[in-house]
């Protein structure tokens, strides 16, 4: 053997060599550009134009499948994206990536109501003729509800194998679906809801602005905050006490399906501290069925006035739309009650309120003006004077005294001019049946308790958990 033919030659030319250095050189600068971790996060963020969610979950258990079963890396399609044409062939040439069917349903249509779009318009995407619509609307009374759309609003349709309807399908609120399938007999109509869950939820709010958007900020419809407003209407004047600062907290029912809320029900209990006072109200069903709202104790929330604002008085005059004034001589309605009584009698408010005035008011005299919530405004006039603390802007407490009998103004003798409005509308307050405002009857303070008590506690745990997760 020579010298020569004892070396081996060489398995591949070295022009070769070269070349499967740079691949594996480029493959490596991949590898640090595109960690496998970084490919697979951003592979989960693909949209892939598939007919319905089912399939894509089907399409992607196929593509693990396939890998599991090569054990085989799937290409990347952002490693590939940076990567020159040359580089992406033999990456893809070394590695071919399990090819991913995309399954269709050739009988399945789906279309989404836009803007102008009418029934017929959405029948001619999907291939149906016009006679197609008044075969459906015709088929049922009800089916006229699939042509009430709303944009954004999603049909299906299911086609036979020549192209005919044979169902449609649509969800029309979170609760509710329509469907119509065809029978010998044409086309049979069917609803279905569904039964939401209902569970309680709890949201907190401070008031940094108004309370309709501080509410909003927090989680609460307009009528939930609404509801809010009137469930504390006796005692917070929501139109002109909310300040900045003032706090709120809330237990709802919410009604829930599939994890997705759908709708609300009533408060349950809720707390609103206004100027550094709090309020606090749970809801209560007696054994009768009927609801309403209490202090944590079972006070009525719903304040009573007190029918006689002065004690021992008795009535001079009534409430009438066509008295003679027994000073201007002429008819004048008297759109409140006279309690005629000796000079200086304590006069006392009827109820919980905000003192609008507290000054002479024309020939009212020396007068009072209360406003109760945003329902109710009292009014008492022809005072001697006022009591001490009473003054324009301030809050008295029913039964609190607020001036004393007197004849100021046009009065013929001592006594107090009592007016009552309701939603600025005069009433007689001899007639009015007043909100009643009996507390939790005793036989039922057990069971109230027990609803009222775990409510109280849970709105003071909600609120201790946010306010440390706030701090973090």
Same mark, same amino acid.
């Given at each position: 053997? @020579?010298?020569?033919?004892?070396?081996?030659?060489?398995?591949?030319?070295?022009?070769?060599?070269?070349?499967?250095?740079?691949? &594996?050189?480029?493959?490596?600068?991949?590898?640090?550009?595109?960690?496998?971790?970084?490919?697979?996060?951003?592979k989960t963020t693909?949209?892939?134009?598939?007919?319905?969610? =089912?399939?894509?979950?089907?399409?992607?258990?196929?593509?693990?499948?396939?890998? $599991?079963? @090569? +054990?085989?890396?799937? =290409?990347?399609?952002?490693?590939?994206?940076?990567?020159?044409?040359?580089?992406? $062939?033999?990456?893809?040439?070394? &590695?071919?990536?399990?090819?991913?069917?995309?399954? *269709?349903?050739?009988?399945?249509?789906?279309?989404?109501?836009? *803007?102008?779009?009418?029934?017929?318009?959405?029948?001619?995407?999907?291939?149906?003729?016009?006679?197609?619509? !008044?075969?459906?609307?015709?088929?049922?009374?009800?089916?006229?509800?699939?042509?009430?759309?709303?944009?954004?609003?999603?049909?299906?349709?299911?086609?036979?194998?020549?192209?005919?309807?044979?169902?449609?399908?649509?969800?029309?609120?979170?609760?509710?679906?329509?469907?119509?399938?065809? +029978?010998?007999?044409?086309?049979?109509?069917?609803?279905?809801?569904? *039964?939401?869950?209902?569970?309680?939820?709890?949201?907190?709010?401070?008031?940094?602005?108004?309370?309709?958007?501080?509410?909003?900020?927090?989680?609460?419809?307009?009528?939930?905050?609404?509801?809010?407003?009137?469930?504390?209407?006796?005692d917070v004047d929501?139109?002109?006490?909310?300040?900045?600062?003032?706090?709120?907290?809330?237990?709802?029912?919410?009604?829930? %399906?599939?994890?997705?809320?759908?709708?609300?029900?009533?408060?349950?209990?809720?707390?609103? @501290?206004?100027?550094?006072?709090?309020?606090? &109200?749970?809801?209560?069903?007696?054994?009768?069925?009927?609801?309403?709202?209490?202090?944590?104790?079972?006070?009525?929330?719903?304040?009573?006035?007190?029918?006689?604002?002065?004690?021992?008085?008795?009535?001079?005059?009534?409430?009438?739309?066509?008295?003679?004034?027994? #000073?201007?001589?002429?008819?004048?309605?008297?759109?409140? %009650?006279?309690?005629?009584?000796?000079?200086?009698?304590?006069?006392?408010?009827?109820?919980?309120?905000?003192?609008?005035?507290?000054?002479?008011?024309?020939?009212?005299?020396? @007068?009072?003006?209360?406003?109760?919530?945003?329902?109710?405004?009292?009014?008492?006039?022809?005072?001697?004077?006022?009591?001490?603390?009473?003054?324009?802007?301030?809050? %008295?407490?029913?039964?609190?005294?607020?001036?004393?009998?007197?004849?100021?103004g046009l009065s013929?003798?001592?006594?107090? !001019?009592?007016?009552?409005?309701?939603?600025?509308?005069? %009433?007689?307050?001899?007639?009015?049946?007043?909100?009643?405002?009996?507390? #939790?009857?005793?036989?039922?303070?057990?069971?109230?308790?027990?609803?009222?008590?775990?409510?109280?506690?849970?709105?003071? $745990?909600?609120?201790?958990?946010?306010?440390?997760?706030?701090?973090?």
């Amino acid at each position: 053997m @020579t010298k020569e033919s004892s070396k081996a030659p060489p398995l591949y030319p070295k022009t070769h060599l070269l070349a499967a250095s740079g691949i &594996a050189a480029l493959l490596s600068l991949a590898l640090l550009v595109f960690p496998s971790s970084d490919v697979e996060a951003k592979k989960t963020t693909l949209s892939l134009e598939l007919e319905s969610p =089912a399939e894509q979950l089907t399409q992607d258990q196929d593509a693990a499948d396939a890998v $599991q079963a @090569t +054990n085989e890396p799937v =290409a990347s399609p952002f490693a590939q994206i940076d990567n020159s044409a040359e580089d992406a $062939q033999e990456t893809a040439e070394a &590695a071919p990536a399990p090819a991913v069917e995309e399954k *269709k349903a050739p009988n399945h249509r789906e279309v989404i109501v836009a *803007k102008g779009d009418t029934l017929s318009t959405l029948f001619e995407k999907v291939g149906l003729p016009a006679t197609s619509v !008044h075969d459906v609307l015709a088929s049922d009374k009800q089916a006229k509800q699939f042509s009430q759309l709303k944009h954004g609003q999603k049909l299906e349709f299911e086609l036979s194998p020549d192209g005919q309807l044979t169902s449609l399908h649509s969800k029309v609120s979170d609760l509710e679906t329509i469907t119509l399938s065809k +029978n010998d007999k044409g086309y049979s109509f069917n609803r279905i809801t569904a *039964k939401p869950t209902v569970r309680s939820a709890y949201v907190h709010g401070v008031i940094n602005s108004s309370l309709s958007q501080s509410a909003a900020r927090a989680g609460l419809s307009h009528s939930m905050t609404m509801d809010m407003a009137s469930v504390f209407g006796y005692d917070v004047d929501f139109a002109q006490d909310i300040r900045q600062g003032d706090e709120f907290d809330v237990i709802y029912e919410q009604k829930v %399906v599939n994890g997705k809320a759908v709708g609300t029900g009533p408060i349950l209990s809720a707390r609103f @501290t206004n100027r550094g006072k709090t309020y606090t &109200a749970v809801r209560y069903t007696n054994k009768q069925g009927n609801s309403s709202y209490y202090t944590a104790d079972g006070n009525s929330m719903r304040k009573a006035f007190i029918r006689t604002p002065v004690d021992f008085a008795r009535i001079s005059s009534k409430f009438s739309m066509g008295r003679k004034h027994p #000073i201007l001589n002429k008819i004048r309605a008297h759109k409140g %009650v006279d309690y005629a009584a000796p000079r200086g009698t304590p006069i006392k408010a009827a109820g919980d309120g905000k003192v609008l005035l507290a000054g002479r008011r024309g020939g009212y005299g020396n @007068t009072v003006i209360l406003q109760h919530g945003n329902t109710y405004t009292t009014l008492y006039g022809h005072m001697q004077g006022f009591a001490k603390g009473v003054k324009t802007g301030g809050t %008295v407490k029913q039964g609190q005294v607020i001036g004393y009998i007197g004849t100021t103004g046009l009065s013929t003798g001592p006594h107090l !001019h009592y007016e009552f409005q309701v939603n600025g509308v005069h %009433v007689d307050p001899l007639g009015q049946k007043l909100p009643m405002a009996d507390p #939790i009857a005793k036989a039922e303070r057990a069971r109230f308790l027990a609803q009222s008590q775990p409510l109280m506690a849970r709105m003071e $745990q909600e609120k201790a958990t946010l306010l440390a997760s706030s701090k973090r």
